[in-house]
């Protein structure tokens, strides 16, 4: 397999002045920068309002599309489905054959498939629009970090910018809920979003440079697909398993994804081009940004994703009252992010993921008996302690992602820990409906087991993240 610091680099700058230099060319210029910062993170914003848009609306959707409770994770997990699936094949795609490209085709294409999701009439199409979203998600986020760290290439700049990034993953995660939340019909945010998503690809193909770092060969089509079929595997497993966990369906459905994961193993060690080089597993830093964005979605998502809908049929809560609400936990985790990065050089990216899953469990935990107390009101400690986590995690987590790996694999490291963060959502998702929708005391008793599993993963990941540092030091 290929050395990552024995390639050599080439950079293409935009069509206007065509010329080749290397990744150690000098910065671009500071309008360059800004440029595809803004437009980096204002895709960012679309693509994380396009998946959390449904949450806040979820009783209402399910009800358009007569979606039975025992598939609506299907209508939550369908771009978390897709983002999972194509993350790691989008980064090399981007590092191989230029992340403007990429960048450019995914958010042309999210414009697209969510303009179509509002169209939809049935819980299949609508799932199949959600997953098509998500894989032109995946070409985004993926090619987003590469784009900065090759615009910004001094650590002082790099940190700016990720923390910025990070804000904005938060900043789409607060707004989607309230855009959908404040239309008269949940079909017409999609449109508005779509637009958006176009507008952004239109400015990007004058204003941002393109860059790579080519490694010839051809995409690792067969790894994104055994990939791909592991994760439709965990999640119906998942999904299925509220009705029991024991039943022949949901073994069978677990014992395949355990044999496409081997499969998938024996693929890239095989394949020229992997979509993941796994001689990284080797890395504390790598296994600890895998491991923050795994639970991130296992703990956080998979919890905050599925609350809204519990707050209104068991408070009696509207979509734009739950949408406020959740505005509080996602506002602030905007507001810490953006901010977090003023602890860089007195806390690693490390000890921020450890001190975020603490937090959030501190949250989760306040959390318990607040759907069953009949007042919104005993929601707000619980939800602002665990906001403040998902600023740190979201603050860190990109850092990371780009510090485990070189910095010409940038888009494959991205694309690496966002898989990780989104196979936890798909699974968190699925497990916090099982929880809830499987206790014999209803959906109030449901949802205090699924915040007492939350607390316990994040706690979980707080020693791992952790423990793989010591292990680097």
Same mark, same amino acid.
């Given at each position: 397999?290929?050395?990552?610091?024995?390639?050599?680099?080439?950079?293409?700058?935009?069509?206007?002045?065509?010329?080749?230099?290397?990744?150690?060319?000098?910065?671009?210029?500071?309008?360059?920068?800004?440029?595809?910062?803004?437009?980096?993170?204002?895709?960012?914003?679309?693509?994380?309002?396009?998946?959390?848009?449904?949450?806040?609306?979820?009783?209402?959707?399910?009800?358009?599309?007569?979606?039975?409770?025992?598939?609506?994770?299907? &209508?939550?997990?369908?771009?978390?489905?897709?983002?999972?699936?194509?993350?790691?094949?989008?980064?090399?795609?981007?590092?191989?054959?230029?992340?403007?490209?990429?960048?450019?085709?995914?958010?042309?294409?999210?414009?697209?498939?969510?303009?179509?999701?509002? &169209?939809?009439?049935?819980?299949?199409?609508?799932?199949?629009?959600?997953?098509?979203?998500?894989?032109?998600?995946?070409?985004?986020?993926?090619?987003?970090?590469?784009?900065? %760290?090759?615009?910004?290439?001094?650590?002082?700049?790099?940190?700016?910018?990720?923390?910025?990034?990070?804000?904005?993953?938060? /900043?789409?995660?607060?707004?989607?809920? +309230?855009?959908?939340?404040? *239309?008269?019909?949940?079909? @017409?945010?999609?449109?508005?979003?779509?637009?958006?998503? @176009?507008?952004?690809?239109?400015?990007?193909?004058?204003?941002?440079?393109?860059?790579?770092?080519?490694? #010839?060969?051809?995409?690792?089509?067969?790894?994104?697909?055994?990939?791909?079929?592991?994760?439709?595997?965990?999640?119906?497993?998942?999904?299925?398993?509220?009705?029991?966990?024991?039943?022949?369906?949901? #073994?069978?459905?677990?014992? !395949?994804?355990?044999?496409?994961?081997?499969?998938?193993?024996?693929?890239?060690?095989?394949? !020229?081009?992997? *979509?993941?080089?796994?001689?990284?597993?080797?890395?504390?830093?790598?296994?600890?940004?895998?491991?923050?964005?795994?639970?991130?979605?296992?703990?956080? @998502?998979?919890?905050?994703?599925?609350?809204?809908?519990?707050?209104?049929?068991?408070? /009696?809560?509207?979509?734009?009252?739950?949408?406020?609400?959740?505005?509080?936990?996602?506002?602030?985790?905007?507001?810490?992010?953006?901010?977090?990065?003023?602890?860089?050089?007195?806390?690693?990216?490390?000890?921020?993921?450890?001190?975020?899953? %603490?937090?959030?469990?501190? /949250?989760?935990?306040?959390?318990?008996?607040?759907?069953?107390?009949?007042?919104?009101?005993?929601? +707000?400690?619980?939800? *602002?302690?665990?906001?403040?986590?998902?600023?740190? &995690?979201?603050?860190?987590?990109?850092?990371?992602?780009?510090?485990? %790996?070189?910095?010409?694999?940038?888009?494959?490291?991205?694309?690496?820990?966002?898989?990780?963060?989104? @196979?936890?959502?798909?699974?968190? %998702?699925?497990?916090?409906?099982?929880?809830?929708?499987?206790?014999? #005391?209803?959906?109030?008793?449901?949802?205090?087991?699924?915040?007492?599993?939350?607390? /316990?993963?994040?706690?979980?990941?707080?020693?791992?993240?952790?423990?793989?540092?010591?292990? !680097?030091?």
């Amino acid at each position: 397999m290929p050395k990552f610091n024995e390639r050599t680099l080439t950079e293409v700058t935009p069509r206007a002045t065509p010329r080749t230099t290397s990744e150690a060319a000098p910065a671009e210029q500071p309008a360059h920068r800004r440029a595809t910062l803004a437009l980096t993170s204002a895709a960012t914003v679309v693509a994380l309002m396009t998946y959390t848009a449904p949450i806040a609306t979820l009783p209402q959707t399910a009800a358009a599309l007569h979606t039975p409770l025992s598939t609506q994770a299907w &209508l939550l997990n369908g771009t978390p489905l897709g983002l999972a699936a194509l993350l790691l094949v989008a980064g090399s795609l981007a590092d191989d054959y230029g992340r403007r490209r990429i960048f450019i085709a995914g958010t042309f294409a999210l414009g697209l498939t969510t303009a179509l999701g509002a &169209l939809t009439t049935t819980t299949w199409l609508f799932t199949l629009a959600r997953v098509a979203q998500g894989a032109s998600s995946a070409a985004i986020l993926a090619s987003s970090l590469g784009l900065i %760290v090759h615009a910004f290439p001094d650590p002082r700049g790099r940190l700016h910018a990720t923390g910025v990034w990070g804000a904005c993953v938060s /900043g789409g995660i607060a707004l989607g809920p +309230l855009l959908a939340g404040a *239309m008269a019909n949940w079909r @017409i945010s999609y449109g508005v979003l779509g637009a958006a998503a @176009i507008t952004v690809a239109a400015l990007s193909t004058r204003a941002l440079s393109e860059s790579r770092a080519p490694r #010839g060969g051809r995409p690792d089509l067969a790894g994104a697909v055994t990939f791909g079929l592991a994760l439709v595997s965990l999640v119906a497993a998942l999904t299925l398993g509220r009705d029991g966990w024991l039943r022949a369906p949901v #073994g069978l459905l677990l014992l !395949a994804t355990v044999a496409l994961l081997a499969l998938f193993t024996v693929i890239e060690h095989r394949t !020229a081009t992997p *979509m993941i080089d796994l001689s990284l597993l080797r890395r504390p830093r790598f296994l600890a940004s895998s491991a923050g964005g795994l639970f991130t979605g296992l703990a956080v @998502i998979g919890l905050f994703s599925f609350l809204p809908a519990l707050l209104q049929q068991t408070l /009696g809560l509207s979509a734009m009252d739950t949408a406020w609400l959740f505005l509080l936990w996602s506002g602030l985790s905007f507001a810490v992010a953006l901010q977090a990065r003023r602890l860089a050089g007195r806390v690693s990216p490390q000890w921020q993921l450890a001190i975020g899953f %603490v937090l959030h469990a501190a /949250g989760a935990l306040a959390l318990l008996g607040s759907l069953g107390s009949g007042s919104w009101l005993r929601l +707000l400690p619980g939800m *602002m302690v665990a906001g403040v986590g998902s600023g740190l &995690l979201n603050a860190a987590l990109p850092l990371l992602s780009v510090q485990s %790996v070189p910095a010409q694999r940038a888009a494959m490291g991205s694309g690496a820990q966002q898989t990780f963060r989104y @196979i936890g959502s798909c699974a968190g %998702v699925a497990l916090t409906i099982a929880l809830v929708t499987s206790s014999g #005391g209803g959906l109030a008793r449901g949802a205090d087991t699924a915040m007492v599993v939350s607390a /316990g993963l994040a706690l979980l990941a707080a020693v791992s993240v952790v423990a793989l540092r010591e292990r !680097a030091a």
